[in-house]
């Protein structure tokens, strides 16, 4: 194994989701502290992806030029600037730019060291990379629940000030971690004259289409948990330290699932274990979203983590192997656009309708997404099967 890509790109993931769940569950309670409504934390969601979902295509293609790390030093640097700005600016108008500014540099982020996993040359290599990737990620986003959870303790909103600032030195730690990544993709040396690859072609790649939908709709899932569990605990009297602690764990099901990810795979093979997380995820929300007790809603979580968790690595890791090296940037990016896109509209209607019908309805809402696209995928099986 590669260690001297391993552990940077292990490292800049680790502190990229730390830093991007800290600042963006802090930034639920910072709305809270403002007064603002469900309805603006719908908002602040939706500028994290809106404008990764305008530029997604254009970074996918500046990484297929040869700008993949360029991409990702540039993702962590605007993580410490928007980190930086809204540590600086407590407004909402600053959280509402900055919040944009860490949406894009996470968007750099996630596509460059997705696409530089996939390049690391050698068989069987991309799927252990992207592994690798995806467990350092989930511990990310254990982590930086447990840090708010800590701090805050048993109070109901944390001391927001404070939890800002440890995003801002995490993300100083993103950013000297991933100086030392280094591409592994040779490209062709007629590749900078050559025409990209028409974007309806990838498209048009078998299973392209379902392998999307899938990964769109567990992303924005597996997203918003994290946006909406603090508000779901504010509306049930739950403690800052307990929404922690149900974060962390949420976490670290997906590691550990992760973890199993390549047996998994063998075993039932990668459609069939995109369906049943994808189920088991929507049951999971579902029960989520009913007045259970609190040692449920821990298993519940623990469920929900774990199929996401394997439901996003198979989705990722099965688009990036239908395309060519040459244009997974590409493919990539457009995956990821359509994850960010489902981030701007899924959150504005769910903040209507936990305004509307308070927090609930919204993990219904995301478990039904789940059901839906778990029976596109299997309805495309065995349309092909029967073909």
């Not at 602040?44 to 991409?71: C, E, Q, S, W, Y």
């Amino acid at each position: 194994m590669n260690y001297r890509f391993v552990v940077p790109m292990m490292a800049t993931a680790f502190f990229e989701l730390s830093v991007i769940s800290i600042v963006r569950v802090t930034t639920s309670y910072r709305a809270i502290e403002l007064g603002l409504s469900a309805a603006w934390i719908g908002i602040l969601t939706a500028a994290f992806a809106i404008l990764p979902v305008l530029l997604a295509l254009k970074v996918g293609r500046a990484i297929d030029r040869g700008n993949d790390v360029k991409m990702v030093w540039a993702g962590t640097a605007l993580l410490v600037a928007g980190c930086a700005g809204i540590a600086l600016f407590p407004s909402i108008y600053a959280l509402l730019f900055f919040t944009a500014t860490l949406g894009i540099g996470h968007l750099f982020l996630s596509i460059g060291l997705q696409v530089l996993c996939a390049q690391q040359p050698g068989p069987g290599v991309m799927e252990r990379m992207l592994g690798n990737y995806m467990v350092a990620t989930a511990i990310g986003q254990g982590a930086g629940p447990a840090v708010v959870g800590w701090v805050g303790g048993s109070a109901a909103i944390p001391p927001t000030q404070p939890l800002f600032w440890i995003g801002v030195a995490t993300a100083v730690l993103a950013f000297l971690s991933s100086l030392p990544l280094r591409s592994g993709h040779k490209r062709a040396l007629h590749a900078d004259g050559a025409a990209p690859v028409p974007v309806r072609e990838i498209v048009r790649s078998p299973g392209f289409l379902v392998v999307f939908s899938v990964s769109v709709v567990a992303v924005v899932a597996q997203d918003l948990i994290v946006v909406y569990l603090p508000l779901m605990g504010t509306e049930r009297n739950i403690a800052v330290d307990v929404i922690g602690s149900l974060l962390a764990v949420r976490a670290f099901a997906a590691v550990v699932s992760r973890l199993f990810f390549a047996r998994l795979s063998a075993w039932l093979g990668s459609t069939t274990l995109m369906v049943t997380s994808t189920i088991a995820g929507a049951l999971a929300f579902g029960a989520m979203a009913a007045p259970i007790s609190l040692p449920l809603m821990y298993v519940a979580i623990a469920i929900l983590g774990g199929a996401l968790g394997i439901a996003v690595t198979t989705a990722i890791s099965s688009l990036l192997g239908l395309v060519s090296s040459d244009v997974r940037g590409t493919a990539n990016s457009l995956r990821t656009g359509g994850t960010r896109l489902g981030q701007v509209v899924i959150p504005f209607a769910a903040g209507l309708l936990a305004a509307a019908m308070g927090v609930a309805s919204v993990f219904l809402v995301l478990g039904a997404s789940l059901a839906m696209a778990a029976t596109a995928v299997q309805f495309t099986r065995t349309k092909s099967s029967s073909g």
